[in-house]
Nanobody, 119 residues
């Protein structure tokens, strides 16, 4: 069984910063892509950023230049540094890990952490 535990969410004023962390534990031999998604009230879940086990990254256009994803493979942990936060960044942020399973991979999700940007 694999678990993803997120931390670091909270409330911040516009222009502020937060750092999210997500640690994977359990029966893990390796992890392919790890990423962050978010879901705002009344909206669909959307991709924020992903990072491969080799370190290649992809960030959504809406967060480029403000958010940075990184990972520590030795700790099976992924981070999301969020700077210059805007009210429209308010959402529940979910961690995702794609773990090899048979010939493909299996998705695992964290429980979500609330990020609120408001003055």
């Amino acid at each position: 069984q694999v678990q993803l535990v997120e931390s670091g969410g909270g409330s911040v004023q516009p222009g502020g910063s937060l750092r999210l962390s997500c640690a994977a534990s359990g029966s893990i031999f390796s992890i392919n892509t790890m990423g962050w998604y978010r879901q705002a009230p009344g909206k669909e879940r959307e991709l924020v950023a992903v990072i491969t086990n080799g370190g290649s990254t992809n960030h959504a256009d809406s967060v480029k230049g403000r958010f940075t994803i990184s990972r520590d493979n030795a700790k099976n942990t992924v981070y999301l540094q969020m700077n210059s936060l805007k009210p429209e960044d308010t959402a529940v942020y979910y961690c995702n890990a794609k773990i090899p399973w048979g010939l493909g991979s299996r998705d695992y999700w964290g429980q979500g952490t609330q990020v609120t940007v408001s003055s």
